[in-house]
């Protein structure tokens, strides 16, 4: 629980020294912070919570947070259902005093399943969204591949260094239909079976129907699991 402290302190203090002035926009920085209550082959229900914060710069020029939450249901140890909710809010970076230029309530569907080969896992995460946002309806299809090996032992137990990356892409039923792909390899540490933070960097790169940028971020992860008991022995 200590460790779990001292995160959000540092995510709260991260994001309020972003609302100060600085001189770095080349590269931004992402904070994530998750709470899982995941369920198992015994408790099939679950749930979980994010918070996410984005600079402009690494650590300055606020300009983007969401907070979300969703109810899951575990088909077996490496398939699970997941209905979320959330609300996205974009700030101009320079212009935070002015409000938001643009908020989201979102609601999801999605899908995951894992599979292993040899000491690799690999993570599927399929998502279907539905967008009411103050510039109007959107729906959003995702796909994201997600890769992990852990490094100093057989398995991500406790006390495991791991590397991790992922792909994801995004598409719509509007122009442009693929509208956005982000790219993400980062470095983690699995503490114990409660917490695991992972530090790395990503590219998210946007397409428009006459132009596309893109934008690097260090990325910074921490994940709580509440550890619940199963009611069997079963594994």
């Known amino acids: 629980m200590q460790r779990l402290y001292i995160f959000i302190l540092l995510f709260a203090t991260t994001s309020f020294l972003a609302k100060g002035q600085g001189v770095n926009y080349g590269t931004g920085s992402w904070n994530i912070f998750t709470v899982n209550f995941a369920g198992n082959v015994d408790q099939h229900w679950g749930g979980y919570a994010e918070a996410q914060n984005r600079n402009y ?64 896992k690999l993570e599927h995460r399929y998502r279907v969204e539905q967008r009411w946002l103050s510039t109007g309806y959107l729906n959003r299809f995702r796909y994201r591949l997600t890769a992990s090996v852990p490094i100093n032992r057989p398995k991500l137990d406790p006390k495991t260094f791991f590397i991790a990356a992922f792909g994801e892409v995004f598409f719509n039923n509007k122009q442009p239909n693929f509208e956005r792909n982000r790219f993400s390899p980062s470095l983690g540490y699995k503490f114990s079976k409660e917490f695991t933070l992972q530090a790395g960097v990503i590219n998210q790169r946007n397409y428009a129907i006459a132009s596309s940028n893109d934008k690097n971020y260090l990325i910074l992860t921490a994940t709580y699991n509440i550890q619940r008991q199963q009611t069997s022995d079963k594994k």
């Open 57 to 120: 710069g690494i650590a300055s020029h606020f300009y983007y947070y969401e907070v979300k939450a969703g109810i899951s249901y575990n088909i077996d140890n490496n398939s699970l259902f997941l209905l979320g909710t959330g609300r996205y809010t974009t700030y101009g970076f320079d212009a935070v005093d002015d409000g938001p230029q643009v908020t989201e309530t979102r609601l999801w569907e999605q899908f995951t399943t894992n599979h292993f080969i040899n000491r690799v």
